[in-house]
């Protein structure tokens, strides 16, 4: 597209048109020529040179180490090959909308993403798919451009969408103020040809970068699964009694966790809880509710001070919406007597061996770091007798379901399981449940992570 207005620029827009239509007539004249669409004209020296020019961008583009390195080379190359003096490429977004993903000038200098160019012929690029060389006198016609191009002064602008298949990455713009630089359809052919170029190896670089932090992601979890595992500490040796642990996280990171703690006077702590939601954040509030419980239950005898103390710890830190929901039993081996609080977990089961009974242990608070404030009244003086079984879990388990309905296997369930397979060990028993569970939902279905615990008394 051309605008023109002033009698001078008439005198050299006549001059332009017969550079125009020696274009047209050495493209018309190449082999399978398409009237101007064609990159071979049919002179020699002119063929060399483009394909010159086209190879070494592709050369120096497919040598870059790095997406940003590739970005800059692209617009690099697109500026000394038109002979302009800025250059800007426009990624697609999420929002379908053009943003400035590198902007740069002669001679290799990097300009800040609020540099001002024509926004009216990126977006016409993008809507047509067509691409536009204009060149604007700063008349009346100009403001087809856009005001930016009157106000930046600009003589002559190209832009071409960026395609590779069927995937549209967004447009390459190049501008001078030069008045001695006109573009011809020759520049805007040539222009196109290495677009074409370029937008394969920005495809390839994105998909070789997207792997690349795929794999640094994944290496992250892996360590974070692999710090998260030794935080899952096998269990205490327990005079007078076996105990067993097992957890499985939905993702690559835990949100459950449990952990066995030695304090004073021989007594033992067994903590399990679960924090709220899947990923790396609940993973990391984990490792801080479980470092915060250890250090503070070797401090503090009184649960209900403790689970205050620690409510108020992770009420500071944790963001709004996050919480925990924990059961912590303090053991003491010689008298077989078991103390705890259940902040809002899942309630552990009690299985009597002596009369086949099955007890729950009750909630005795809200979950720790819901609420500022939160008043806990622990339970103390349950006995466990030789055979009781105490099974500590998550709601993962109970929250199975099977597949084609929205029946969980349930409390009931689990606690049926229980009484099964109370006879065998703590290790069996957390087997035999899982295996239960797993029959249940069809080996799959799970919707949450899963942690069971569980101490018989001999």
Known sequence: MTFFGSRKEKEREREREKDRNRDKANASAAPGGAGGNELLTGDPETDRRNVKI???AIAAVNSST????????????????????????????????LSIRSARERGGKTLGSDIVISRTIPKRVLETGQPVRAVAPMEEDSLKLGTSVINLRLRAVMCVPLRHGDKHLGVIYVDSRAA???????????????????????DRAHLVAEKMEKDRLQRTLDEARDIQQWFMRKPLEI???EISAF??????????????????????GIAIADVSGHGIGPALIMGRTQALLESMAEQERDLDV?????????RSHVEEGRYVTLFFGVLEPKGRSLAYNNAGHAPPCLFRKRTGA?????????????????????RRGLVLEPGDVLLLYTDGITEMMRPGSEELYGAE????????LAPMSPSDIIAGIEKDATGFCGGGNRQDDLTIIALKAK
């Open 54 to 56: 086209l190879l070494d």
């Open 66 to 97: 790095s997406l940003e390195e590739t970005l800059e080379t692209v617009v690099d190359k697109a500026i000394d090959f038109t002979r302009t003096e800025r250059g800007v490429l426009l990624f697609l977004d999420g929002a379908g909308d």
């Open 180 to 202: 001695s630089r006109e573009f011809t359809d020759s520049d805007l052919v040539l222009f196109e040809h290495l677009a074409q170029q370029l937008a394969v190896a920005l």
């Open 239 to 241: 005079p007078g009694f």
């Open 247 to 268: 957890s499985r996280s939905l993702d690559d990171t835990n949100g459950d966790y449990y952990d066995f703690v030695a304090l004073p006077d021989g007594r033992i």
């Open 306 to 314: 403790l689970f205050e103390k620690l409510n108020a710890k992770l």
């Open 358 to 378: 099955m007890e729950s242990l009750a909630r005795t608070g809200f979950p720790v770091g819901l609420m500022d404030s939160a008043n806990y009244m622990h």
């Open 413 to 420: 369930r689990l606690q049926s399981a229980l009484v099964r």
